[in-house]
């Protein structure tokens, strides 16, 4: 049984940081590439990051580079988000989620080329 599991979602003032956290279980974690998106209130679910199965190529969308990075642990089955610099326009529900084949590419913004989501951990970002 396949399990997607975020967390370390809150509420931090703007300029702050958050470590988000996705552990999965049931699929092959290790050779899998995973994706960071959120959905803010009333808006599209969009990508926000992705990386290859061995963490070596990383694609950010353009409005959280140099502010955000994502990593991971194979030993762990765990994706993290460290996001730094945080602003408002930053606040929504952040999702991790594991692409269905191939690797991060100029499609990997796509949510339709992902499945196994989690359910969400939600960032608040106040000013």
């Known amino acids: 049984q396949v399990q997607v599991v975020e967390s370390g979602g809150g509420l931090v003032q703007a300029g702050g940081s958050l470590r988000l956290s996705c552990t999965a279980s049931?699929?092959?974690?290790?050779?899998?590439?995973m994706g960071w998106f959120r959905q803010a209130a009333g808006k599209e679910r969009e990508g926000v990051s992705c990386?290859?199965?061995?963490?070596?190529?990383?694609y950010y969308t353009d409005s959280v580079k140099g502010r955000f990075t994502i990593s991971r642990d194979n030993t762990k089955n765990t994706l993290y988000l460290h996001m730094n610099s945080l602003k408002v326009e930053d606040t929504a529900i952040y999702y991790c989620?594991?692409?269905?084949?191939?690797?991060?590419?100029?499609?990997?913004?796509?949510?339709?080329?992902?499945?196994?989501w989690g359910q969400g951990t939600q960032v608040t970002v106040s000013s």
């Open positions: 049931g699929f092959s974690f290790g050779d899998t590439p």
């Open positions: 989620a594991a692409r269905r084949y191939g690797s991060c590419s100029a499609s990997w913004s796509s949510s339709m080329d992902y499945h196994y």
């Open positions: 990386i290859s199965w061995a963490g070596g190529t990383t």
